[in-house]
């Protein structure tokens, strides 16, 4: 199935001391590369966040940057080509994401509205899915600046795709940092 990427790339990292979190090296390769190279299958990728040299992908913000996943959401899906029906939304802090990450939940979206990793603890990952676009465009509040994303997504029909160990780790503390270094 043909798909477009979307890389949520900005927020504060607040836990972290307000560091470029997606420019944090996890393995020798940051965080940000990871989740782009996740993204080798789709048909164009779009980073939402502050532009970063060396990445080859579409680059825009939310018109009011900080406020949050759902207009980051928003901002990337003007990109999206209109021949492609599927969208894999990554965060760009996942030490884990591989490209058989975002096969599987693409291959997994099937005839519901989207697909979304879940963690061991049951915990459905909204910042590591795949999703139908049209169901996106719909579910979007008119208002995206500071909604919730577990909120907006959360009405869809979504299939649940198991983690594999690692995983859907995230890294939002320095102890997360540490731990994948």
Do not use: C
């Not at 579409?58 to 003007?78: D, F, K, N, Q």
């Amino acid at each position: 199935m043909r798909y477009a990427g979307i890389v949520v790339a900005g927020g504060s990292a607040r836990r972290l001391s307000g560091v470029d979190k997606p420019a944090l090296s996890v393995g020798g390769k940051p965080l940000l590369a990871r989740a782009i190279h996740a993204l080798d299958g789709a048909e164009r990728v779009i980073a939402v966040g502050p532009r970063r040299p060396g990445f080859d992908v579409v680059w825009t913000r939310e018109p009011v940057p900080g406020t949050g996943p759902v207009a980051a959401l928003a901002a990337g899906l003007v990109f999206v080509p209109d021949d492609v029906e599927v969208v894999a939304l990554l965060a760009a802090d996942l030490p884990g994401v591989r490209r058989s990450t975002v096969d599987k939940l693409v291959a997994a979206v099937g005839d519901g509205d989207g697909a979304v990793l879940v963690d061991a603890a049951g915990a459905r990952q909204w910042l590591l899915g795949a999703w139908r676009v049209a169901a996106l465009k719909t579910a979007l509040p008119e208002q995206v600046e500071n909604a919730a994303l577990r909120r907006v997504l959360g009405g869809l029909a979504v299939t649940e795709v198991s983690a594999e160990r690692g995983e859907a780790d995230d890294i939002d503390t320095p102890e997360d940092l540490e731990r994948h270094r």
